[in-house]
């Protein structure tokens, strides 16, 4: 017996429900109810289902452990520079503005929610940057 493929406007919840919603959306409604429902999913709309999920599961996953702190400005202007970190750490100018811009690989902290830029020129970071290198001081490797 040949395989049924099943059409997206199948996978509508309800009728109401369904108009209002995408197919894309009803699709993963549906799936996200009865995951049993994916061994009828056609191939080329699984593919295209897990790109977008791969890109919502990777935007919650930095939401989740990045969030920004409140700008507290010290009272004693304590902001850390560049050469500060630079001092701190041990790491070349080019790794500190490496790592307050991009994620931080395995067993790194994550020091974009520290960095502000100031400018066009001027990076600073926040006090609390001193505290998470004390916790867990970043290795010393190439970023």
Excluded: C
């Excluded at 395989?3 to 996978?11: K, M």
């Amino acid at each position: 017996m040949p395989s049924e493929r099943v059409t997206l406007a199948a996978f509508a919840p309800e009728p109401a429900r369904a108009a209002k919603l995408s197919d894309r959306a009803a699709l993963l409604d549906a799936l996200l109810s009865n995951p049993m429902l994916a061994a009828k999913v056609p191939p080329g709309e699984a593919k295209a289902l897990l790109i977008e999920l791969a890109r919502v599961t990777r935007a919650l996953e930095l939401l989740s452990v990045a969030a920004p702190l409140p700008v507290e400005e010290p009272a004693d202007g304590s902001w850390l520079t560049v050469e500060d970190v630079i001092a701190l750490t041990g790491l070349s100018r080019r790794q500190v503005y490496a790592r307050a811009e991009r994620a931080p690989r395995a067993h790194q902290t994550d020091w974009r929610p520290f960095a502000v830029r100031e400018g066009k020129k001027t990076l600073r970071f926040r006090p609390a940057l001193r505290r998470a290198l004390m916790n867990g001081k970043p290795s010393r490797t190439q970023s």
